[in-house]
T-cell receptor
């Protein structure tokens, strides 16, 4: 059974640009969550999508947005990149929405560097 | 606001030297506490879920326990392959039918042969 796939693995952008990250969940999983991981702040929740609807959102500015498609694949977009956006962006999938206490399956992440 | 604090930040052990990692939390309405393991360059990998005080879970050399204010991850006779960052996360009610997951910053465990 294939795991969670995130693309691209590495990305280098400059300030002011925008970026789109992609996540393919485990087959059959309907929930996709996104997290930002930095050495100083650790893992911070961005948002969760379940059946194409945003179910929950963390405390990030509106520059961070996402969507989920009918096949459960999800994309995350960051507009007007800032240096502080440099981080490892992790996607996680689960069978049902996070409210069930279901464990998460994480991808290997996209390492974003903003210059 | 939910808070999760893990200690120590880093821990070095000799192979076979048992120890414990701590996760203390402040949350309104704990639904579950999760332990994950993260290897360099990879995403976190699920280890355990604990739901109520007094609960214990075991897997190979790892045992997780839960009280009303903290959780411990006990590592018995660790091996070098146990070296990783161990993350603790608490799940709590965030309104409506939604829940949120708050992670600690992790404990970097290094086991020397």
């Amino acid at each position: 059974k294939a795991g969670v796939t995130q693309t691209p693995r590495y990305l280098i952008k400059t300030r002011g640009q925008q970026v789109t990250l992609s996540c393919s969940p485990i087959s059959g999983h309907r929930s996709v969550s996104w997290y930002q991981q930095t050495p100083g702040q650790g893992l911070q929740f961005l948002f969760e999508y379940f059946s194409e609807t945003q179910r929950n959102k963390g405390n990030f500015p509106g520059r961070f947005s996402g969507r989920q498609f009918s096949n459960s694949r999800s994309e995350m977009n960051v507009s007007t990149l800032e240096l502080g956006d440099s981080a490892l962006y992790l996607c996680a999938s689960s069978l049902v929405s996070g409210g069930s206490g279901e464990k998460l399956f994480f991808g290997s992440g996209t390492q974003l560097s903003v210059l | 606001e939910d808070q999760v604090t893990q200690s120590p930040e880093a821990l070095r052990l000799q192979e076979g030297e048992s120890s414990s990692l701590n996760c203390s939390y402040t949350v309104s309405g704990l639904r579950g506490l999760f332990w994950y393991r993260q290897d360099p360059g990879k995403g976190p990998e699920f280890l355990f879920t604990l739901y109520s005080a007094g609960e214990e879970k075991e897997k190979e050399r790892l045992k997780a326990t839960l009280t009303k204010k903290e959780s411990f991850l006990h590592i018995t006779a660790p091996k070098p392959e146990d070296s990783a960052t161990y993350l603790c996360a608490v799940q709590s009610y965030s309104g409506g039918s939604n829940y949120k997951l708050t992670f600690g910053k992790g404990t970097l465990l290094t086991v020397n042969p």
